[in-house]
């Protein structure tokens, strides 16, 4: 399906590695001005100079901690400067640590939910104003792990059901207010931050890495692990407007992992 985003603003936050780059290059290739933003300005510049190489507009960066407040505002401040405003905005940061549920430390906790449900909600009360103008869209990428429960993966579990309810809750007022909300829940995806899971998944079950994938495609029952670019085509679809009467939904991308009804 082909889709035009030329002259919108598209703010995509973890843009600078794995789903985040993905969805920001799509967005990209569609004509869309795109503003990655991370903690990482190394990565940021990777990003953006793939971005580049691709075609479409130019790619804005912002580095800055997305955990805290003033990390979001510098976001928010660089895009109504620039462009005065966001048809779209993504939240895809996040980066909750897996391990044995009593050897975690508070502060992995409150760093995970730091990052990905509070940075979700600083960089989303910010941005409504300009979203609600351009009649825009938020994506909240999220994880099966809202869904499905894992003992060796409890922060990102929980925080991701919170991020579920945020998204259900905010697709309310976005009725509303002309913004449609909806989540992407990926499975198991290619990227650097499964593997670091895998790691810490390993170290806390005393296994080996390549143990725990093969028991993960064994148990999923899928044939493939997701690219990226699945997330990405979706996002993109959900912003189109062929999808104007889609809000308020989440959607795995897993290759029918999640067990259960939906």
């Keep these: 399906m082909a889709v035009d985003f030329k002259g919108k603003v598209v703010v995509v936050s973890g843009g600078s590695r794995g789903i985040g780059r993905a969805i920001a290059l799509a967005f990209a290739q569609a004509g ?4 990655l933003a991370s903690s990482s300005a190394v990565n940021l510049a990777e990003a ?34 620039r462009f005065e405003r966001c048809d779209v905005l993504v939240n895809n940061a996040g980066a909750t640590r897996a391990g044995d549920f009593l050897t975690l430390p508070d502060d ?21 104003p300009l979203l609600t103008a351009a009649q825009g869209h938020v994506i909240n990428i999220i994880g099966g792990a809202a869904r499905t429960i ?7 579990g ?3 059901a919170a991020m579920a309810n945020f998204s259900k809750g905010l697709s309310r007022r976005g009725m509303r207010e002309g913004v449609n909300v909806n989540a992407i829940h990926p499975g198991q995806t290619a990227t650097e931050r499964t593997e670091e899971l895998l ?15 093969a ?8 044939k493939r692990i997701g690219q990226p670019e699945d997330i990405a ?25 999640t067990p259960g009804v939906y």
């Excluded at 971005?51 to 109504?80: H, K, Y």
């Excluded at 894992?150 to 990102?156: M, T």
């Excluded at 009467?245 to 989440?250: D, L, M, W």
């Design 158 to 160: 929980s925080v991701n």
């Design 150 to 156: 894992d003992p060796e993966f409890l922060i990102g």
């Design 215 to 222: 028991a993960a495609l064994a148990k999923s029952g899928t």
């Design 233 to 257: 085509a979706l996002a993109l679809f959900l912003c189109s407007t062929s999808a104007r009467h889609i809000s308020g939904t989440a959607i795995a991308v897993d290759g029918g992992a």
């Design 199 to 213: 790691r810490q998944r390993a170290a806390a079950q005393g296994k080996s890495v390549e143990e725990l994938r």
């Design 32 to 35: 869309a001005q795109t503003v």
């Design 108 to 128: 992995a906790w409150l760093d995970g939910y730091a990052l990905k449900l509070f940075g979700a909600v600083r960089l989303t009360r910010l941005l409504w």
């Design 48 to 81: 953006a100079k793939a971005i580049n190489q691709a075609g479409g507009p130019e790619a804005m960066t912002v580095a800055g901690d997305l955990r805290t407040r003033a990390g979001c505002e510098q976001v928010f401040a660089s895009v109504n400067q």
